[in-house]
């Protein structure tokens, strides 16, 4: 039996076998207060994160990836069913809070998926894997927040289940730009780093190559 070769890390992106992953887009991490209580988090967020997720996400409906949001949210009220990790820390937003929206610069289409969360990863706390296998995926895009943190875990995580992890470092964003430069400089070895601009390039390649092939 013939085996498939592995897909190359830098072979051309097929929309059709690509998730766009935006992690923890919401109304609880993103907001006004974090302006004060996160300023660098607030302002890279705002300035350069947030426009290169929906310049990927306008290029990534019209070319027929699939799109992915996940939004940190309790499945029960007390927050009993969370990680260890999130009950140590506090971090808890009740099911259908205000806080677990996606914020309004991307806000998800009638067709596109959400999935609450629970854990760093959301391999490990969501049916995020059966889905990809159900749809097709081999190649997942991943954006949000915190680069340092759910995004970092996200793509180590994907890779070891023998996913095509694709990072563009200037559509997540952490604390700090140390943090931010470290998690890149530790997951490359887990995904292809490159940017927004790149990627979008790509997707809008594929689709006029679709387009010629009518």
């Given at each position: 039996?013939?085996?498939?070769?592995?897909?190359?890390?830098?072979?051309?992106?097929?929309?059709?076998?690509?998730?766009?992953?935006?992690?923890?887009?919401?109304?609880?991490?993103?907001?006004?207060?974090?302006e004060?209580?996160?300023?660098?988090?607030?302002?890279?967020?705002r300035?350069?994160?947030?426009?290169?997720m929906?310049?990927?996400?306008?290029?990534?409906?019209?070319?027929?990836?699939?799109?992915?949001?996940?939004?940190?949210?309790s499945?029960?009220?007390?927050?009993?069913?969370?990680?260890?990790d999130?009950?140590?820390?506090?971090?808890h937003?009740?099911?259908?809070?205000?806080?677990?929206r996606?914020?309004?610069?991307?806000?998800?289409?009638?067709?596109?998926?959400?999935?609450?969360?629970?854990?760093?990863s959301?391999?490990?706390?969501t049916?995020f894997?059966?889905?990809?296998?159900?749809?097709?995926?081999?190649?997942?895009?991943?954006?949000?927040?915190?680069?340092?943190?759910?995004?970092?875990?996200?793509?180590?995580?994907g890779?070891?289940r023998?996913f095509?992890?694709i990072?563009?470092?200037?559509?997540?964003?952490?604390?700090?730009?140390?943090r931010?430069?470290?998690?890149?400089?530790?997951?490359?070895?887990?995904?292809?780093?490159?940017?927004?601009?790149?990627?979008?390039?790509?997707?809008?390649?594929?689709?006029?190559?679709?387009?010629?092939?009518?």
């Amino acid at each position: 039996m013939t085996r498939a070769a592995p897909l190359d890390r830098h072979s051309p992106i097929d929309p059709s076998r690509t998730a766009i992953l935006f992690i923890d887009t919401q109304d609880g991490i993103f907001h006004a207060g974090a302006e004060t209580a996160r300023p660098y988090f607030f302002r890279s967020a705002r300035d350069v994160a947030i426009p290169g997720m929906a310049r990927l996400l306008e290029a990534g409906r019209s070319a027929g990836a699939e799109i992915v949001f996940t939004v940190i949210e309790s499945l029960t009220r007390d927050g009993r069913d969370r990680s260890l990790d999130y009950k140590q820390t506090n971090f808890h937003f009740a099911p259908g809070s205000p806080e677990t929206r996606v914020i309004e610069a991307l806000k998800p289409g009638d067709d596109e998926i959400i999935l609450p969360k629970t854990s760093s990863s959301l391999f490990n706390s969501t049916i995020f894997e059966y889905l990809l296998r159900n749809i097709g995926i081999d190649t997942v895009i991943v954006t949000g927040f915190l680069t340092d943190q759910c995004v970092d875990h996200t793509v180590r995580d994907g890779a070891d289940r023998g996913f095509r992890m694709i990072c563009p470092t200037d559509a997540c964003t952490t604390d700090s730009r140390e943090r931010h430069d470290g998690a890149l400089s530790a997951f490359k070895g887990y995904c292809r780093l490159t940017d927004s601009d790149t990627l979008i390039e790509e997707l809008k390649a594929a689709q006029r190559s679709k387009l010629e092939q009518i």
